[in-house]
């Protein structure tokens, strides 16, 4: 049998005969003393045990019991050379794997398959509760179809995603097939419609236990602290003032009393990530990345700051165009939703998407279609039949339409500050219109050089000289009393002729 014991049991049985052990003997001894032992390992147990190890080997076995030191070793081994030494990350058989090594300099590092013709792949797994689940029309409840079960843990965090979007947790069932939510300003939530969609509940998080004097919070074991706005303590949750940059004392915005060694929690929640590439151009308490995250509602790819870190431009290349057949430098939305960096000429499509709120809109800048012979400027949406289009100058900037080659001007149109009146084109069967929109008032065409000055109104009485200005026509309808006439102001006073 073997026999186990303490280092304190160790110490106390060890002598002079023990030293002389000959293990190749042991089989011969019936009786486990240390006199005439039968055992050929002893294991010293206790928190800080140390010892040396620099004779210690371990056979790699797949089927060790888990956690244990021989099966953590199955999967990785090590090879190369002293001058190029390699890791590698075996296969769950141990016949093949993926081999990380030095590509040539202490700064490249290389992951390659160590089969033959086989490509190589990089996974990162975050550890979210994740599922199905379904919600229905008025209410805030979400129901659990798979996945992970509810945790009575979440109540009150932040941090519960339906639908990509982000609830605080309410209350949950006992048997944690469900639970309800509220906005996260505490806010009544009623779903708009019936719908089954994912689920996270998404933290970083950490624990561990802590002393605690008044507001002083010092660490003692476990994670530690993260800068959090709220630190739950031996149960009891309070807000967080500040916390040390090695994350081992916290400061509490009020007392928490007197405390030893009592259980710490903090949650918070880094830009939504469940998985993340994170490059770093400045580190510490200033911060300049770029990263490439797994969020519950997408995909991003963005620059993060932090401290007196600044946002620079990011750039993203195709190559350079060098003649026709090559890349071209434009950014393109193709019709399969790809998006491309140069490519193939005169097939981009350019997609620019409206809010989320309101008309589903979107600006599409496509290639020559049915009917036209030049590239298309339109307004599209999955949702609305009718989309506007609106172009929009800064301030009193004009809008010009151009053509021959941008030489000419074929159309422009002026912005007045404060104007209450536009005109508007409208196309007609057998008719085209032009009418006064906003505000009431008239239609005035003027030429240049003060040339003909005209317009056509529709009123309910007749006019006065404030509505046609002095040297002014118009053609006025009176709808109460169902004529038509023509003024003019003639030096100040209206003269009119009535047509039959």
């Not at 990380?100 to 490249?108: L, Y």
């Not at 199905?132 to 519960?160: E, K, M």
């Not at 007197?258 to 830009?271: E, K, L, P």
């Not at 499509?349 to 279609?369: D, H, N, Y």
Request: proline letters at 5%; aromatic letters at 8%.
């Amino acid at each position: 049998m073997r026999f186990r014991t303490t280092l304190a049991a160790f110490l106390t049985l060890l002598s002079s005969h023990a030293l002389a052990y000959d293990a190749t003997k042991a089989s011969r001894y019936a009786s486990p003393d240390m006199y005439r032992p039968n055992v050929d390992r002893i294991i010293l147990n206790g928190p800080g045990s140390t010892g040396d190890v620099s004779g210690m080997s371990v056979t790699p076995n797949a089927s060790a019991p888990a956690q244990s030191l021989s099966r953590m070793l199955y999967a990785p081994t090590f090879g190369g050379t002293a001058a190029a030494p390699t890791f590698k990350i075996l296969d769950p058989t141990g016949a093949a794997g993926s081999t990380f090594a030095s590509d040539g300099h202490a700064n490249w590092n290389r992951l390659q398959s160590g089969i033959t013709y086989n490509p190589v792949e990089l996974v990162l797994y975050g550890s979210p509760a994740q599922g199905q689940a379904s919600v229905t029309a008025g209410g805030n409840t979400v129901t659990r179809i798979d996945g992970n079960f509810y945790d009575p843990a979440w109540v009150g965090q932040p941090y519960f995603y339906f639908a990509g979007t982000n609830y605080k947790v309410a209350s949950v069932a006992a048997d944690g097939g469900s639970l309800t939510v509220t906005n996260l300003d505490g806010s009544a939530v009623s779903f708009p419609a019936n719908q089954t969609e994912l689920i996270n509940y998404l933290v970083t998080s950490a624990t561990g236990t802590a002393n605690v004097s008044g507001t002083a919070v010092t660490w003692v074991s476990g994670q530690l602290f993260l800068k959090v706005p709220t630190v739950k303590l031996n149960g009891t949750v309070y807000n967080v003032a500040s916390v040390t940059s090695d994350g081992r004392s916290m400061t509490l915005a009020t007392s928490a009393g007197t405390q030893s060694n009592v259980s710490f929690a903090c949650y918070g929640n880094i830009n939504n990530q469940i998985s993340t590439i994170r490059v770093q151009k400045l580190w510490g308490a200033s911060e300049e990345n770029l990263t490439l995250a797994a969020t519950p509602n997408g995909f991003f790819i963005n620059t993060l700051v932090a401290g007196v870190g600044k946002h620079r431009k990011l750039t993203i290349g195709s190559g350079a165009y060098t003649a026709p057949g090559g890349l071209r430098a434009q950014l393109g939305l193709q019709p399969n939703g790809d998006l491309t960096l140069g490519g193939d000429y005169g097939l981009d499509v350019l997609r620019v998407l409206g809010p989320s709120s309101g008309t589903e809109s979107r600006w599409v800048m496509a290639a020559p279609s049915t009917g036209t012979s030049g590239p298309v400027l339109a307004s599209q949406s999955d949702i609305d039949a009718n989309v506007p289009v609106t172009l929009q100058a800064q301030g009193s900037g004009a809008l010009q339409v151009k053509g021959y080659n941008g030489a000419t001007t074929i159309m422009q149109g002026n912005s007045v500050a404060g104007a209450t009146s536009f005109p508007t084109l409208s196309n007609g069967v057998g008719q085209a219109l032009v009418t006064a929109g906003g505000a009431n008032g008239p239609v005035v065409l003027i030429g240049k050089n003060a040339g003909i000055q005209n317009n056509f109104y529709i009123s309910a009485s007749d006019p006065t000289t404030s509505d046609i200005p002095n040297a002014f026509c118009a053609d006025w309808y009176n709808s109460t009393a169902n004529t038509m006439k023509r003024y003019c102001n003639v030096a100040n006073a209206l003269r009119a002729i009535t047509y039959q």
